[in-house]
Each structure stands twice: as C-alpha cells, then as structure tokens.
C-alpha cells in the first residue's frame, strides 16, 4: 500500500500554505480545571470551508499534472470533503463534478455549488457506479475522501502545525471516520514525536474503526450507523487500517449523550461552533480523563459545519 | 453629569489588563465581497464571562477603596453584566450579591453563581427595592450597569483596544441597550479619532435610543420589551443619552428577521458564538451597506451567551 511519510507531509505543508488557514490553538482554564489535565485545541472548524479536509483536497487537487487537471476531478460525499474538493479545483480553475445522495441537506449543497462545482444526485447506493461513470465519460480523476494518498499526507498537516504551535505533547486525540485525517496525524505525531500517543475518537454507534483494531482484523462498515457525528459515519478505509494499525493508535468511543454535551461545552464555554463530529475529541478526553491526569493534550476539532439540529436531542437536557 | 473622558478610558485599559482578554479581531473576505466594504470584528463574545460587561464591572470594582470593597457590591441583572460583577468581585475576593428576576435562565443563573455570587430573586417590578434594601442592610455598594461613569469608561476600552489593533476606520458601530458600551465606545472613538463616525445598532421593537436621539429629548423605556436580543431591552441610560448626543452617534434599527440572519451569518459564515444582541451590528451593516461602500468599518460583538432558542425562528427558514 502507498502511504505517505513524514516528507510527504512537510511537503504537502508548503505546498497548501498559500491556500489553507494555520489555524489557532486555543485552550480553557477552566475546562483544564475540569479535566485536570492541558488541553490544546486545534481548529480546524476554521480552516478554509469549515473543516480540515481543505487541506487534503487541496493538497491532491495541486499534484495534478497539467493534463489531468484539465479534464477536471471528481468525489461522492454528502459532507465536507465535496465542498473541500470544489474549493481545491476552484484555485486551479478546474472543472468539478460532486456526486451527492438526493435528500442531501441543503446547506451541504449549498456549499458545494458557492464554490462553483457541478453537483449529480443519485440514490445513495448508486453512488459509487454513477460516480465511475462520469469518470470515464470525462476522463475527470477521482479524489477519494480518504483512500488516497495525497489527501491523506494533507489531514496530516493539521498536527504537524499543532505540533510546531504548542510544542512536546503526551496525547494527540483526532475523530475517525473513513481514516483521513487520524491515519494522517498518526503518520506526523508518530514519526516526529515518538513518545506522543495518538488516539482516535469514534462514536459508539459506527465503531467499526475501535473493533477492526482489538481484532486485528478491518471490520465492514457498520450498515444504517446513525450518530450526531455525521461526519463519522464512513467505515474505515484500507490504507488507513494499515496505518493505524503500525502506529499503535488506540481508538475511544463515546456515547451520543456525550457527543452532545461535549458540542455544547465547545460552543457554550469556548465559543467555538464545531460540529458533533469535532466534539468527539472532548467527549473521549472526559471518558479518558482520570488516566490522562496532568498530561498535555491536543486535539483536534475538525470541523464547524452544522445546522444545529442536535440542540433538540432530549439528551443535552440539563447541560 | 459626571462623565468619562479619553483619559479614564485610557486608565482603565491599564487597570483592567490582567483581568480581561485583549480579544481578537477578525474578519470574513466573502461577508465584506456581499456588503462591499472591509468590516473588522471585535471579538468581545471571547471575553471573559462571555461578554464586554466584563471590563466595565472589573473597572468599576478596581476603584473601590479597602472599606467600602469589604462591604462588598451589588447590582440587579438578569443578563451579563451579572456574571460579569460577580466575576470582578471574585477578583478582589469581596462579597457580592445580584438581583435577579423570578425565573431567569438557568444558564444565567449558573454563571452568577459560578463565580461565587449570591443571588436573590425577586418580581421584575420589585428588583430596584430589593437592591436597595439589600444595599441598605449589608452596606453594599451600588454597580449600576450603564449608569456609573467607571463601567462606562470600562465598556470603552473595548473601542480603544479595536483602534490600535485595526488602525484607521471610518466608522465604529455598537449595540445599544442601555448605552454603557454605546457611550464609552462614543468616548474613545470621538476623541481619538474625530473624523470616525460612530453608529448604534438597536432593536426596532426596542427603538427608544433611536427615537430619542431624533427627537433630543430622552424617551422612556419601551414597556414589555421584546426582542431576540435580549441584551438590548433596557431603556437608554440619561448618561449615555447625553454623551451619545454630544458625540452625534447615528442609530440604526434593525428588525428581528435581520438580527436572526445576522446572528446565524456569524455563526454558520463565521464559526462564532454570537448572541443575537451582538449581530445587530452586522444586521445594521447590511441595511446601510450601500452608503458605506468601500469603507473600513469596525463592529464590536458584544458577547456571546446564547441558548440558541432563537434557532427554531420562522424567520431564519432559507437563511
């Protein structure tokens, strides 16, 4: 399997300086009084397109030789990745093609079609076939989500930054999904801090990435997952496995109850909006926090982008 | 009437410095390409408690000489400038106590007691008697919200720090309410920058500082006051009216369907936690956005304390 190295991604790190955000890192007394430990937030809910996969889309978008970039890119994805990618091939002035499910929110297409990408809806299931489809009628390269390797030295900048910003940490905490972002900050957390642990933070409910690890063995994608952290909902992928797999990354899982509160601890305390899938990494602090007492901590918030709809789950009562 | 200079905002800043946030200021290129001019936000939404209330209060309670601190202080609030008392007084370890309405928010009574406050509730209507009461027995002194010249000069600092951190502008534009931030920022923009104009952003249902300042004669406040931004319903202060009207600050009203945009614009465009209070800036930029055409335009977000029941609003359908 072609994975990315440390080089891969200091080189992606220039390479998308000009086009991404260095995003802040912020930390709370107080919630450092309530953990009882440091904590350090990266966020990446203000990247360019509210989210880090601006940096792994623009990072593979700008790798592209002449010709292919000519016959534009395509991805399937109903959430940040899709915007991601139009913003990447808008810098190029490149064409776009995003394959959503119909029924996709309306803010997640709006954000695609503001960056001027070409949206094809289809059945959810289909979207693989339709997706290769319009790959051999316009000769336009796939930018998987997180298959590719590109995209994956990219995610990985968020910690090599996080990493120069606050400097030696014990623990870097980062959501997992499909495997993106947590194979990228492993390979960069790993191979210049050997001494920092990586963790992933995983809903309860799609946790296919915390059995496919005890076991040794990649799980299938979990059928129908449901979680607030929409984002997450993806089965590990293969390359990420393998990566997770040698760098020792532990996975936490964390209840959609403590998804929420951590979301609006992060919006209600901090002022930060980050969307459920971001708020994972607090959750998994809390659930960890006894065994990670005094320790200096970063984690990643992943993204902002949310419609809010989640205030109303019985579950944030009293928080 | 006792009111504040350049010079006692400019000594509050120094007094204040260890106590508050020298808070950011950012800026959106998308929302100044949609308003056609350069708009400059200060972040008073990331100040502590949550709100700019904190530098009045901090300045207020700094000033208090050892016998009258060891009485400690008091005020009625049932918004941030509570919380905010609550906080100064912690600072200096005195007592202090807030007046609050029957049934105020949970959330906003948890941040009074938060910092070690003791509450009394009381009817709306009663709230000036009890204060008074209670200020009788304990000795307490008195911290008005808008009505003491050291809060005021405190609110301004916030107008100060924007100026040095943004350098020229040609207009400043606050929220109104009871005008402590409106005239303490009238303060430091007026004398520090002549030509700058500065503008007041209110409620149309809560239009008092507006048809007051059109009428020169101080109105009451408006009964039953209604408005998502809750922060705003207060009457205008006779200080402030007379320091607003010497200053020649321009209010303008926004309705309620632009308050919810506008708070949702910061919030979703933004990634900041905005109460609605403070998105009437930008509610009141976007309606006079063709006059300001080109302008460099500073707009201080005055806190960020929301529950975000504002959400399920009609009036933010197909924002």
Request: charged share 25%.
């Given at each position: 399997l072609n994975r990315p190295t440390l080089d891969d991604i200091r080189a992606a790190a220039e390479r998308i300086a000009p086009h991404v955000h260095r995003t802040p890192v912020v930390h709370s007394s107080a919630l450092d009084v309530e953990l009882g430990l440091k904590a350090h937030f990266?966020?990446?809910?203000?990247?360019?397109?509210?989210?880090?996969k601006a940096r792994g889309a623009v990072n593979a978008v700008l790798q592209l030789d002449a010709q292919a970039a000519g016959r534009g890119v395509i991805t399937h994805s109903s959430g940040n990745h899709g915007a991601a990618l139009a913003y990447a091939a808008r810098i190029r002035d490149i064409p776009c093609t995003v394959v959503m499910p119909e029924g996709a929110p309306p803010i997640k297409i709006d954000a695609v079609r503001g960056y001027g990408a070409e949206i094809v809806f289809c059945r959810r299931a289909e979207r693989r076939a339709v997706c290769e489809r319009v790959q051999d009628e316009r000769g336009a390269t796939l930018i998987h989500p997180y298959e590719n390797p590109d995209v994956v030295a990219g995610q990985g900048t968020a910690a090599l930054e996080l990493l120069e910003q606050v400097?030696?940490?014990d623990l870097v905490v980062a959501p997992v999904g499909g495997g993106g972002l947590l194979s990228g900050t492993a390979v960069a957390v790993r191979s210049t801090a050997p001494g920092t642990g990586v963790w992933g933070a995983e809903p309860e409910t799609v946790d296919d990435a915390y059995r496919s690890l005890r076991d040794g063995i990649r799980h299938p994608a979990v059928p129908n997952p449901a979680s607030w952290?929409?984002?997450?909902l993806t089965g590990l992928g293969v390359r990420a496995f393998a990566i997770l797999r040698e760098s020792g990354v532990e996975i936490v899982t964390v209840d959609e109850a403590e998804i929420l509160r951590a979301t609006w601890t992060l919006i209600r305390r901090l002022k930060l909006v980050v969307e459920p899938s971001a708020a994972t990494v607090l959750a998994a602090l809390r659930r960890r926090a006894k065994a990670l007492a005094g320790k200096r901590v970063g984690a990643i918030l992943s993204g902002g982008n949310t419609d809010f709809r989640w205030l109303t789950d019985p579950a944030l009562e009293g928080s």
């Amino acid at each position: 399997l072609n994975r990315p190295t440390l080089d891969d991604i200091r080189a992606a790190a220039e390479r998308i300086a000009p086009h991404v955000h260095r995003t802040p890192v912020v930390h709370s007394s107080a919630l450092d009084v309530e953990l009882g430990l440091k904590a350090h937030f990266k966020c990446e809910n203000l990247q360019k397109v509210g989210a880090f996969k601006a940096r792994g889309a623009v990072n593979a978008v700008l790798q592209l030789d002449a010709q292919a970039a000519g016959r534009g890119v395509i991805t399937h994805s109903s959430g940040n990745h899709g915007a991601a990618l139009a913003y990447a091939a808008r810098i190029r002035d490149i064409p776009c093609t995003v394959v959503m499910p119909e029924g996709a929110p309306p803010i997640k297409i709006d954000a695609v079609r503001g960056y001027g990408a070409e949206i094809v809806f289809c059945r959810r299931a289909e979207r693989r076939a339709v997706c290769e489809r319009v790959q051999d009628e316009r000769g336009a390269t796939l930018i998987h989500p997180y298959e590719n390797p590109d995209v994956v030295a990219g995610q990985g900048t968020a910690a090599l930054e996080l990493l120069e910003q606050v400097g030696e940490l014990d623990l870097v905490v980062a959501p997992v999904g499909g495997g993106g972002l947590l194979s990228g900050t492993a390979v960069a957390v790993r191979s210049t801090a050997p001494g920092t642990g990586v963790w992933g933070a995983e809903p309860e409910t799609v946790d296919d990435a915390y059995r496919s690890l005890r076991d040794g063995i990649r799980h299938p994608a979990v059928p129908n997952p449901a979680s607030w952290a929409d984002g997450l909902l993806t089965g590990l992928g293969v390359r990420a496995f393998a990566i997770l797999r040698e760098s020792g990354v532990e996975i936490v899982t964390v209840d959609e109850a403590e998804i929420l509160r951590a979301t609006w601890t992060l919006i209600r305390r901090l002022k930060l909006v980050v969307e459920p899938s971001a708020a994972t990494v607090l959750a998994a602090l809390r659930r960890r926090a006894k065994a990670l007492a005094g320790k200096r901590v970063g984690a990643i918030l992943s993204g902002g982008n949310t419609d809010f709809r989640w205030l109303t789950d019985p579950a944030l009562e009293g928080s």
